[in-house]
Nanobody, 118 residues
């Protein structure tokens, strides 16, 4: 089955920034462009949580922990989704995933690891 591919993670110091990217495979491009998309993150022992979302109409929403620091966006062709993360904190450390909003979602990709540490 097709899946999304996340990239852009890495090791960053507190207060730093990262920009994550999510690419959709060709097989799901049609449904991707008409889908509400979100960025999720997960840490060991915790359930995956939604941190940012953008509807197909461009309406955004953020978890309280992300407001004012994270910005979600989509490219002109709605084939990719991005997450700009600023003022990163240690508690932002997690595996980050993208997917369309539930309940019906695509298979989860491999995610991209974000580690915030001095």
């Amino acid at each position: 089955q097709p899946h999304l591919v996340e990239s852009g993670g890495g090791l960053v110091q507190p207060g730093g920034s990262l920009r994550l990217s999510c690419a959709a495979p060709r097989a799901i491009l049609s449904t991707y462009s008409s889908s509400d998309m979100g960025w999720y993150r997960q840490t060991p022992g915790k359930e995956r949580e939604l941190v940012a979302s953008m509807t197909k109409r461009g309406v955004t929403d953020y978890a309280d922990s992300a407001k004012g620091r994270f910005t979600i966006s989509r490219d002109n062709g709605k084939r990719k989704v991005f997450l700009q993360m600023n003022s990163l904190k240690s508690e932002d450390t997690a595996m980050y995933y993208c997917n369309r909003l539930g309940p019906s979602q695509w298979p989860w990709g491999q995610g991209t690891q974000v580690t915030v540490s001095a």
